[in-house]
């Protein structure tokens, strides 16, 4: 499904991703940790086409195709999604427009009105959204949890392949971490090729949405891969402690 082959990217003259490879195939769910600063966030921008940062070489395949070209547009057609570590606001696009136009991007003829309020409201419900919000302006006045809310409810109506969820748990309460990855695992279940990629300091959204990858990236690159249970490792030992750790087994 995704795939990176050696990337390089970099920011001006900052190299941020260290010759990164990873590769998930469809249904599969990985995790990425790592330190703050580390590219995490760069490398979900990087796949979802952010011209701000330059790949210098190395492929992004997506379906078996290269992508490195496509615009961001393109992308998320195909089917590709990120939830973003800050959500932004946007005045004057209404929620429900903003929605409205991007299914219909993906769609022959236009979805109808009535089947569309129905099928947003029955999402927004199972979320725990105010019905409001649907009506606002895309996330102005809303709370950091309120935005992570809004990005599963795109997930919920435009329907990807694969997905990026970017310290999704980053700003919502216990109980609404609950809610939405509850609300993910319906969408998985009905849709079990998705594969979904979740970037996050905390081993517990990986309890609700469990990976069968978990890896370790440290200055640009995965450094150690392993199951669920490196996600605890990292939270017991830190990051350079389990790095050391997992070095000297190696050299045992
Ligand atoms: N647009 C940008 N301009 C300049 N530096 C950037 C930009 N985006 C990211 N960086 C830098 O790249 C590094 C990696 O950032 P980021 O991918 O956000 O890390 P993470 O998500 O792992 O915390 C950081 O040092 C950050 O300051
Ligand atoms: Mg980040």
Do not use: W
């Amino acid at each position: 499904m995704l795939k990176t082959e050696n990337l390089n990217v970099t920011v001006g003259d900052k190299k941020i991703l260290n010759n990164f490879n990873i590769d998930i195939k469809d249904g599969e769910i990985h995790a990425i940790m790592g330190p703050n600063g580390t590219g995490k966030s760069t490398l979900s921008k990087v796949i979802m086409g952010n011209k701000n940062y330059n790949i210098e070489s190395g492929n992004i395949i997506f379906d078996g195709e290269v992508i490195n070209d496509l615009s961001t547009d393109e992308r998320a057609r195909r089917g590709l999604f990120i939830s973003m570590q800050n959500p932004i606001s946007i005045e004057g696009v209404q929620n429900s427009e903003f929605l409205k136009t991007a299914i219909n991007a993906r769609r022959e003829s236009p979805v109808g009105l009535y089947e569309f309020m129905k099928t947003i409201k029955c999402a927004a419900e199972e979320l725990d959204m105010k019905e409001e919000m649907i009506h606002r302006a895309i996330n102005v006045g809303a709370s950091g949890g309120e935005r992570k809310k809004n990005e599963v409810l795109q997930i919920k109506l435009l329907k990807p392949s694969f997905i990026i969820l970017d310290e999704l748990d980053s700003g919502l309460d216990i109980d609404s971490l609950k809610t939405v990855c509850e609300n993910i695992n319906s969408y998985l279940k009905e849709n079990p090729s998705t594969s979904v990629l979740i970037i996050t300091h905390y081993p517990r959204i990986l309890e609700y949405i469990k990976p069968h990858f978990v890896h370790m990236m440290i200055c640009g690159k995965i450094v150690k891969t392993g199951d669920y249970n490196l996600a605890f490792d990292i939270e017991k030992n830190g990051y350079s402690d389990t790095f050391t750790i997992s070095e000297n087994e190696k050299n045992e």
